[in-house]
């Protein structure tokens, strides 16, 4: 599409909310009217040419009071929707009078399908208030302006020339895109919420299908977004696996969350001929629009930083010991409850095709927290473990900074795949992107550069050539593993019997005897091991018959005792070679990140025992993680300015501000 004519649409779009809903609608509202109405201009013009037809065939059907008119309605309209109302957008304009009661009859000859969208967009809402207010008919009378063409085929003049050329389905995506991220923009909203920039899911799809598009056969293949906003992703996805193979089909899966957005994507799909039925409503997480399916590619833009708390209670039940996963989409793990966006990743991973020999392929996006937030054993370091440990994880790949729309925050894509090649299998690839990009003229948003398919072509290319340079480096499998050991030291504890400080609970435990043998025991003295000390007291104990609970035995030593690091460690046992376990201190417990490359033995004598020559390893606590870190493998370094720099600037500094600070103070 010429991005003229798009920026021309959209702006011409855009002028209408100021020209006829100022005044009525706030402009946070504007959206609720502008973006249905655009929707429906565009289906408008897709059926104003077999209007005529259809109202033939509708009488038809219902003089032969034929009910499931759908199928006849559907080939004459050449779409998978139709209307059978005698209205267009154009006929509302002939009779201003009673142009809301035919504007109601109008939404309501559309098909089903479409009655889903409108009422997703809350359209009959607004008529009472566009009504009151006078708008309606200026607000036709402007989406049926010639100064614009939604329609698909272009509009000539009387010399047969081009006024305006068509716009392809391709192109509507892109001004719907663009008047979402606009309204947003004047909301403070979320843009990037709903889509993402087209070249980065240019780059997606071809990351995706490039490496098999030889192995694309003539057949049937599913393509998923499990949050997929306006549908942009899939139609590129589609478009390009097209272009690979023209003979094969292509059917496209989705699930949104926003009523609005799911309309819009609803309102696509009806255009290109896909199954909006495909296209499903609600929450991925909680409500899985396509359980027991698998499909060969998925991409997807995931919400992150945004919390799941309210899909919870579907994926858990339980708390605490008895917490149990319930969806068996997400048992390798679950991550903490404000940040969802790993739990799409095991949705696509638990849809991937096993018994394929082309398996699934998966371009996920995501900020820098799903590289390595949460410790070994996490619901987050499980999921990365398992993707890893499956070796289903290809590559990711690091992006220019301020490339979408609503953060600039760094991102990245995650190339997944149940059917790695020979030469990549046991392997990860990074590829740090971060300076290939153009930078844009204006921001759009935070957005304030761009790929060029030159970039796109680079990016594809280093992931295909899968060779290591400056910006592309290969690592085993276990470099972004580690056992997350545990380091325990002895307690140690010094006692002294002293009834100031033990004597309420002595008498209160009627412990006087037990206390009088251990006094003249031990004395009353300060004793730095304090092993003795309870080994008398069980023994005295059960002499006397005594049963103490383990709370107040324990208060009773916390009573008489303290921490001392030069007392002798506290004993818990001996093993049956002789040898002592100790006490641990749970205020001295530790952890180290061993890499699952080195001998933890040898990592402990390397970098614990010498400093703390007494410590231990509880290798029942030992538990795998993975994380990987960008920073580390492409840390490039940049040394300090020198003084002399430094200096010189300051005195420019002082040089250009004495005339003004002269200025100010006469």
Not at 272 to 293: M, W
């Amino acid at each position: 599409m010429d991005h003229s004519q798009h920026n021309k649409i959209v702006a011409f779009i855009w002028s209408i909310a100021d020209d006829v809903l100022r005044d009525v609608y706030t402009r946070g509202k504007y959206r609720d009217i502008i973006l249905p109405f655009t929707v429906l201009r565009r289906l408008d013009a897709l059926l104003e040419p077999t209007k005529k037809e259809v109202l033939e065939m509708h009488q038809k059907l219902n003089e032969l009071k034929i009910d499931n008119q759908a199928p006849q309605l559907r080939k004459v309209t050449g779409y998978v929707f139709y209307n059978t109302s005698p209205y267009t957008f154009k006929t509302l304009l002939n009779d201003p009078t009673h142009i809301r009661l035919n504007l109601e009859t109008y939404l309501d000859g559309f098909s089903t399908n479409v009655q889903d969208i409108i009422s997703k967009f809350k359209l009959r809402n607004q008529l009472d208030t566009m009504e009151e207010s006078n708008i309606t008919y200026p607000l036709i009378d402007k989406f049926r302006s010639s100064q614009i063409n939604l329609s698909p085929q272009p509009v000539t003049n009387s010399k047969g020339e081009e006024i305006h050329p068509g716009l392809s389905n391709l192109g509507m995506g892109y001004v719907f895109e663009e008047l979402i991220r606009k309204f947003n923009e004047e909301n403070n909203e979320e843009a990037g919420e709903h889509f993402t920039p087209r070249e980065i899911i240019q780059l997606m799809t071809h990351l995706v299908f490039e490496p098999v598009k030889d192995r694309i056969k003539d057949g049937t293949y599913l393509i998923y977004d499990p949050a997929c906003g306006s549908g942009g992703m899939l139609t590129e996805a589609e478009a390009l696996a097209k272009v690979l193979n023209p003979h094969a089909s292509f059917h496209l899966y989705g699930q949104e969350v926003n009523p609005e957005t799911y309309a819009i994507c609803k309102a696509d799909m009806l255009i290109k001929e896909e199954d909006p039925e495909k296209i499903a409503y609600g929450s991925t997480l909680s409500n899985d629009g396509f359980p027991g399916l698998e499909f060969d590619f998925m991409l997807t833009n995931p919400p992150y930083g945004k919390s799941w708390k309210i899909d919870y209670d579907s994926i858990v039940e339980g708390s605490g010991s008895k917490k149990e996963i319930i969806d068996p989409r997400f048992k390798t793990g679950i991550p903490r409850s404000s940040d969802g966006q790993m739990l799409f990743l095991s949705n696509m991973m638990a849809k991937m095709k096993k018994n394929s020999e082309l398996g699934s392929r998966i371009a996920s996006v995501h900020n820098g927290s799903s590289l390595f937030t949460g410790d070994a054993g996490s619901g987050e370091s499980d999921i990365r473990r398992r993707l890893i440990e499956k070796d289903w994880l290809e590559a990711i790949i690091a992006l220019p900074e301020n490339i979408f729309y609503n953060t600039g925050i760094p991102t990245y894509i995650w190339i997944i795949s149940n059917r790695k090649p020979e030469h990549r299998k046991g392997k990860v690839q990074l590829i740090n992107a971060l300076d290939l990009y153009t930078k844009l003229r204006k921001n759009l948003g935070s957005k304030n550069c761009e790929l060029t398919g030159e970039h796109i072509r680079e990016i594809t290319r280093l992931f295909m050539d899968f060779e290591e340079s400056d910006i592309s480096k290969i690592f085993p499998n276990a470099w972004f593993g580690y056992s997350r050991i545990i380091v325990e030291r002895p307690l140690r504890l010094a006692f002294q019997l002293s009834l100031d400080k033990a004597g309420e609970l002595v008498e209160k435990l009627h412990l006087q005897t037990i206390w009088e043998s251990l006094v003249q025991q031990f004395g009353t003295e300060v004793i730095k091991d304090a092993n003795p000390l309870k080994k008398a007291l069980d023994k005295a104990l059960k002499k006397e018959g005594i049963k103490l609970t383990p709370k107040n035995k324990k208060a009773l030593l916390d009573a008489i005792s303290w921490k001392d690091e030069t007392a002798e460690p506290i004993v818990k046992k001996k093993d049956k070679n002789g040898r002592l376990h100790y006490e641990p201190d749970t205020e001295l417990r530790d952890s180290e990140n061993v890499p699952l490359e080195e001998d933890i033995e040898e990592y402990f004598a390397r970098e614990v025992l010498p400093y703390v020559s007494d410590a231990w390893i509880d290798y029942d606590k030992t538990q795998t993680g993975y994380e990987i870190s960008f920073t580390r493998e492409f840390y490039r370094h940049r040394p300090l300015r020198s003084l002399e720099d430094i200096a010189a600037d300051i005195l420019a500094l002082e040089e250009e501000t004495e005339g003004l600070l002269k200025e100010i103070v006469d």
